[in-house]
């Protein structure tokens, strides 16, 4: 309001968005980053702060209301919307229950006209309901059942296991946080789309891609519009010359990784990032595009050392963890995992694929095929959440 109240002075505009920047990014940093860093000082420079007591779990879904609220501040300083005056309506953006906690990031100037003026009728309510079965569905039957094999593999601890179990473990890591975050995303748009609001698409087939560039445009869409849009453009993105541009880079992927979480290892792995999107920027990006099996292998492999850096957070066992897949260390243990897994795995790959895709858009609308198939995955998942123990939230630590 103080932005937009003091137009015509430029200074106190500059200022009232400094204190909107630092109160939100300040939370941010004492509930989230505080400990961490005083700990990281310790080590590295022999000191001994004390950290902060009384620091325990952090607010629910701090890192994406976070974001949200820095986009509204900074549009309605940029001018491209008007300040809200309704603390309710404000209110209920930045804690609107479906995307709170597990996104997408919704950017005030998605749904602020919604806000005030909202059509729902009941197509918009039946897709609702269809987006959300199918997000609950990816989440509960695919994204759960796949990943006990990884959280199998870290009770055994790694520095057994075979090369082959190493990569189907990684794998099904993989297949696990694609199912568990993108079914979270269609739950949160379908609940969205229930009440009247068109939250932004998450995902388009990640996997799929052919160079790391491709997979950061569909994976996890609406973090990295923010990024580019509040921080890669604002720095002055690829205007500047190369040099400038691989610092923005450098810059946007440490922050990428630091918004995982307070472990190096997100910050190495927004850095591996940075590393390979300006290898592909500078010397083989085309070449990637252009080939039909080197670069899905490429792809292969650079994530699943990336998913290694993400899901381990003690680098001694991340190094133990790449050596086991990279020994060639040969064993039957994998043999157990790919009989048990392997029904799993098949249709969790098919689905992480669009290839049914037009199957789905030609019978979704029939309600002979329609209310079964929902129908038979809304019950199959209550069951499935009625009767297992296991049920992780991998993004409750974000």
């Known amino acids: 309001?103080?932005?937009?109240?003091?137009?015509?002075?430029?200074?106190?505009?500059?200022?009232?968005?400094?204190?909107?920047?630092?109160?939100?990014?300040?939370?941010?940093?004492?509930?989230?980053?505080?400990?961490?860093?005083?700990?990281?000082?310790?080590?590295?420079?022999?000191?001994?702060?004390a950290e902060i007591q009384g620091i325990g779990t952090l607010p629910l879904?701090?890192?994406?209301?976070?974001?949200?609220?820095?986009?509204?501040?900074?549009?309605?300083?940029?001018?491209?919307?008007?300040?809200?005056?309704?603390?309710?309506?404000?209110?209920?953006?930045?804690?609107?229950?479906?995307?709170?906690?597990?996104?997408?990031?919704?950017?005030?100037?998605?749904?602020?006209?919604?806000?005030?003026?909202?059509?729902?009728?009941?197509?918009?309510?039946?897709?609702?309901?269809?987006?959300?079965?199918?997000?609950?569905?990816s989440k509960v039957l695919i994204a759960n059942s796949i990943g006990m094999l990884w959280t199998e593999l870290e009770g055994m601890g790694f520095s057994g296991i075979s090369t082959p179990l190493a990569w189907i473990g990684i794998l099904a890591y993989a297949l696990q946080i694609y199912f568990d975050f993108s079914g979270y995303s269609l739950m949160a748009i379908g609940l969205g789309r229930m009440l009247g609001f068109d939250f932004p698409k998450n995902f388009d087939f990640p996997y799929i891609s052919k160079s790391i560039t491709e997979f950061w445009r569909r994976w996890h869409m609406t973090l990295g519009s923010w990024f580019r849009e509040y921080l890669y453009f604002p720095l002055g993105g690829s205007r500047r010359g190369p040099a400038r541009t691989y610092f923005n880079l450098f810059v946007v992927w440490a922050a990428t990784g630091f918004w995982h979480g307070a472990?190096?290892?997100?910050?190495?792995?927004?850095?591996?990032?940075?590393?390979?999107?300006?290898?592909?920027?500078?010397?083989?990006?085309?070449?990637?595009n252009s080939s039909k099996v080197v670069c899905h292998v490429?792809?292969?492999?650079?994530?699943?050392?990336?998913?290694?850096?993400?899901?381990?957070?003690?680098?001694?066992?991340?190094?133990q963890y790449l050596s086991q897949m990279f020994a060639f260390q040969g064993g039957s243990d994998w043999i157990y995992y790919l009989r048990n897994y392997g029904i799993t795995f098949l249709v969790a790959m098919v689905l992480a694929t669009p290839c049914l895709k037009p199957l789905y858009q030609k019978w979704e609308n029939n309600l002979w095929f329609s209310i079964p198939f929902f129908g038979l995955i809304l019950v199959l998942s209550v069951a499935y959440l009625v009767d297992a123990s296991y049920n992780p939230f991998l993004y409750f630590r974000f």
């Not at 472990?263 to 990637?288: A, D, M, P």
């Open 61 to 137: 879904g701090i890192s994406f209301y976070t974001f949200q609220t820095l986009s509204y501040s900074i549009d309605v300083y940029r001018r491209d919307v008007k300040a809200e005056r309704n603390i309710i309506d404000f209110g209920a953006y930045v804690v609107m229950f479906p995307q709170l906690i597990a996104g997408p990031i919704v950017k005030y100037t998605d749904i602020n006209r919604e806000l005030k003026e909202r059509r729902m009728d009941l197509v918009q309510i039946e897709d609702g309901i269809k987006y959300f079965i199918l997000g609950l569905g």
């Open 263 to 288: 472990n190096w290892n997100f910050i190495l792995w927004g850095l591996y990032f940075f590393v390979l999107l300006v290898i592909e920027k500078r010397w083989f990006l085309t070449r990637l």
């Open 298 to 319: 490429y792809l292969a492999i650079a994530l699943s050392i990336s998913w290694v850096l993400f899901a381990i957070t003690d680098l001694s066992l991340v190094g």
């Open 1 to 49: 309001l103080c932005i937009e109240h003091f137009d015509q002075k430029p200074a106190l505009r500059r200022t009232f968005l400094l204190v909107a920047l630092i109160g939100s990014l300040g939370m941010l940093f004492y509930f989230k980053y505080a400990n961490f860093v005083l700990r990281s000082a310790n080590a590295l420079l022999g000191t001994a702060f």
